[in-house]
């Protein structure tokens, strides 16, 4: 039932959308308000100089955001918009939670060290796109900022004797998060890029070294009028 509402929902922004667009005459004032769904390669970065880099990992997401033109042509404009994300790491950190506290290490005897996450997205931008009332088909340049906060995240891994443990929402990752974004393309095909500026863990350490891990994620982006 959930997802026929949603679907019914996603259905009528879409369509309402598409019936504000057509009724615009070139030098109307107008905005890109849109759904995006967007999927990544994604990687961890700046991780302890004990952990090699992560095997092949990825990230979907997918919301609405809002736009807010600056000017008559709607060249420019700023949005905000809400959404979901998941993010699947395939890494080398081995992540425990022990008398509710995360524990640290590096072991090259676990196999399956996965790391999945649920999260609230709120992106921020700023944009630029050669865009008309009537034309869809157009250059974009949209940069901005992305806050998650996290519903839930998983660490999973097997040993040398194949049992396999798992740790949900561990204590010390780092719930609220933000990085940098920017898209930029030709009419459906654009590229997307995300630079975390914020450690994925708190006050974490391994062997003495503090623990910086941030998420890079690069892409592709579409955006649904």
């Known amino acids: 039932m959930n997802k026929a509402i949603t ?3 996603l259905l009528f922004i879409t369509i309402s959308v598409f019936s504000q667009r057509e009724s615009l005459n070139l030098g ?4 890109e308000d849109q759904i995006y769904a967007s999927v990544s390669f994604a990687q961890f970065d700046d991780q302890p100089s004990i952990i090699s880099k992560s095997s092949f990992s990825y990230s979907i997401s997918t919301g609405f955001i809002k736009d807010f ?3 008559k042509q709607g060249s420019f404009s700023i949005a905000a918009g809400v959404g979901y994300g998941f993010d699947l790491f395939n890494h080398k950190l081995k992540v425990e939670e022990i008398n509710n506290a995360t524990s640290f290490s590096s072991d090259l005897t676990i196999s399956g060290n996965i790391f999945k996450s649920h999260n609230l997205e709120f992106p921020l ?3 630029w ?3 008309t009332a009537n034309r869809y088909d157009f250059w974009r340049v949209y940069a901005g900022i992305k806050f998650m906060y996290n519903l839930s995240n998983k660490f999973q891994f097997e040993d040398s004797n194949n049992t396999s443990f798992q740790y949900s929402n561990v204590s010390a990752y780092n719930n609220l998060q933000y990085g940098l974004t ?3 393309g030709y009419d459906e095909f654009n590229i997307n890029i995300f630079y975390g500026l914020t450690p994925i863990f708190n006050d974490a350490t391994i062997n003495g070294e503090t623990i910086n ?3 890079l994620k690069f892409g592709l982006i579409f ?3």
Do not use: V
């Open 182 to 184: 920017l898209s930029a």
């Open 213 to 215: 891990t941030k998420i």
């Open 125 to 127: 931008e700023i944009r």
């Open 7 to 9: 679907t019914l929902l």
């Open 129 to 131: 796109r050669t865009s």
């Open 69 to 71: 033109i600056l000017n």
């Open 223 to 225: 955006y649904i009028l």
């Open 28 to 31: 109307d004032r107008y905005a």
